[in-house]
């Protein structure tokens, strides 16, 4: 006698076909299946397992996709950022407030005083300078041009008697245009051509003045503008004034510091103003003339401004 698993008795009718169980679908107590009535095995039950969870749906372009921030808040961070900017930028002004001047003050600043000096230094000229002019008109350029060299050879000759250097004669303007006549009525008519030749001269014998400007008259000249005397060579004077220019702007810094209770440091600009010449002037008409023309005095004027520290 045979007996299952489990030593119970098969007959021989009953015993299972063992051929259909695998040791996948076999149990710890296998029920014979009757050949009548074949039927499948039922699939084993699985272990218990952990299920994933299912992925998020994926959105369509379309759709706003919210991406849930994992970073700290931003506008919490902006803050703190600019507090420490802050706080940076007020101690960097302490600093700065508490500096002492120095030479990269800037100027016009609360902690340095800019004073300006003017001096004045007088001279007695030595030269005299005159401005004359030939004007010449015809009815064509050719003669025009002719006529006014002409009448400039005369005067270069006129000058020859005064001992006056050819380097102190130079051209100053020389023009050449055309002349109309205007009428109410009609056109304008083209009456001929003007020639203007204007020369600077240089006169270093001041007692010669007036005749030479008596003989520039006389060879030709129509017109004497001005006469200016001056001094041909003013270096001299013009560091004198510059000394007194100085010594005015120290005085006055002295000065102001004293009358605030503030102590001077020392000096970190220093500005001139381009010297002045203010010389005598004797004006001519038409035709010059003498006049009794006197040189009398020149003065060159100096500015200067000076920046200081104040302690």
Known sequence: MEFDENLNPISPNNEPEWSKFSPDNFN??????????PTPAAAPTPPPTKTPPM??????????????????????????????????????????????????????????????????AFMTPDVAKIT?????????????????????????????????????I????????????????????????????????????????????????????TEISQVNFTVDDPSEVQNEARERAIQSAKDKASQIANLSDAQLGKIISITESSPETNSPQAMS???????????????ITSTITLTYTLK
């Open 170 to 221: 130079k051209t100053v303007q020389y023009n050449i245009n055309p002349e109309y006549d205007y009428y109410p009525v009609s056109k304008p008519r083209l009456r001929g051509y003007s020639t203007y030749h204007s020369l600077l001269l240089t006169i270093r014998k001041l007692d010669d003045t007036d005749a030479i400007i008596q003989a520039l008259s006389l060879a030709g000249a």
């Open 132 to 168: 004359f002019a030939v004007r010449t008109e015809t009815k064509d350029i050719a003669n025009s041009q002719k006529n006014n060299s002409e009448i400039i050879s005369k005067v270069k000759t006129s000058l020859i008697g005064f001992s006056i250097d050819p380097n102190d």
């Open 55 to 120: 992925p998020a749906p994926i959105k369509l372009a379309s759709e706003p996709i919210t991406k849930k921030s994992t970073t700290p808040n931003t506008n919490l961070v902006v803050f703190i950022v600019s507090l420490a900017l802050m706080a940076v930028i007020a101690i960097t002004a302490m600093l700065v407030g508490w500096q002492p001047a120095s030479a990269s003050t800037p100027l016009g600043s609360e902690r340095g005083l800019i004073v300006s000096g003017t001096g004045e």
């Open 28 to 37: 710890s107590n296998p029920q014979p299946i009757e050949k009548s009535e």
């Open 285 to 299: 008409g038409f035709g010059g003339g003498g006049g009794g023309l006197e040189p009398g005095f020149a003065a």
